[in-house]
């Protein structure tokens, strides 16, 4: 779950942060297997997403937008969870398509790397998520080819778990697993892409800090930071040699993403590895500052 709160200046195309926030609620769990959303789960959502509606109203926000991504749209409540949320806070709830998640995705990436005139290259933005993964292929800041797989982070930590210290043999089988859906699942388009990758979402910003050693997270820093596979090598090394309550006692790494990083680490290698990419660009913005574009314009 994540919160953005900022005012938008008249007739500009930049704004001032107000307030920031995120929190791993792990709407999936248990998804994949049922098909549903899990009580528990829709519980700490719903609470969290209600909490942030009245930060946002205390913060005198004159607009709220939620979205709602892979877990809604594809649990069979999804609508009635939606529906529940908007009876709960007064604001209206969207569930977007996974083409509709991209693209969002796309506008706040290449709103925060480059701000300006259109990258000279193409880009490749990968979204690593709890219930999907989307790759964006974009050229002259419009999208070519979008893909939404259902390859999340959290089915992959229920079916591979890594409570202990990393059983590699485990984690080599879960890579080929990834490896074998990328390749099978994505499109020529992307598979044959030779510009810049970038990631965004939780995976990706967390590998930065951490390679940053960072002991407070500073999106600023964050932002546009180089990842080389050999360094992400070495961080799923360190990673790996940790118990679950040792990675979430890491700064910039937070409790409830302690057993998802290293699913998330496989879905970056593994793509790196597919499309020979020696580095990752990573992107602090993402989904929410996309919305955030769309309502500004």
């Known amino acids: 779950m994540r919160l953005l709160v900022a ?10 942060v107000v307030e920031a926030d995120q929190r791993v609620t792990r709407l999936g769990e248990g998804l994949a297997a049922s098909g549903r959303l899990g009580e528990a789960p829709a519980e700490r959502t719903a609470a ?17 937008a939620i979205v709602a991504t892979s877990a809604v749209r594809e649990a069979g409540i999804g609508r009635e969870f939606a ?10 709830v969207t ?76 984690y080599r089988a879960m890579q080929a697993e990834i490896a074998g859906r990328l390749a099978a699942e994505l499109p020529s ?3 044959a892409h030779s510009g810049r990758l970038v990631g965004t979402a939780g995976t990706a910003t967390t590998l930065a800090a951490l390679d940053l050693g960072l002991h407070q997270y500073d999106p600023g820093r964050v932002q546009g930071h180089v990842l080389a596979s050999d360094a992400i090598e ?12 040792e990675r979430g006692a890491l700064p910039c790494l937070e409790p409830g993403r302690a057993d998802l990083i290293v ?8 793509t790196m590895d ?20 769309r309502l500004a314009s």
């Not at 969290?48 to 709220?64: C, D, G, L």
């Not at 070495?234 to 309550?245: C, F, K, S």
């Not at 699913?263 to 593994?270: E, F």
């Open 7 to 16: 005012d938008v200046e008249p007739g500009s195309h930049g704004w001032r």
């Open 274 to 293: 597919l499309i020979a990419a020696g580095q990752l660009i990573v992107s602090d913005w993402g989904l929410r500052e996309g919305m955030l574009i």
């Open 234 to 245: 070495r961080l799923l090394i360190r990673l790996g040699a940790l118990t679950v309550a």
């Open 263 to 270: 699913a998330g680490t496989g879905v970056v290698l593994a």
């Open 83 to 92: 529906a529940a949320i908007e009876r709960a806070t007064g604001e209206q």
């Open 189 to 191: 388009e992307i598979l």
């Open 48 to 64: 969290a997403v209600s909490e942030y509606v009245a930060r946002a109203r205390r913060a005198a926000a004159q607009r709220v």
């Open 95 to 170: 569930i977007v398509s996974g083409d509709e998640e991209a693209t969002l995705t796309l506008a706040g990436v290449l709103g925060g790397l480059d701000g300006g005139p259109a990258p000279p290259t193409a880009t490749l933005v990968v979204d690593i998520g709890g219930g999907s993964t989307e790759y964006i292929l974009a050229r002259d800041r419009e999208p070519v080819t979008t893909t939404s797989l259902r390859l999340g982070v959290v089915d992959l930590a229920e079916r591979f778990p890594f409570r202990g210290t990393v059983d590699w043999p485990r």
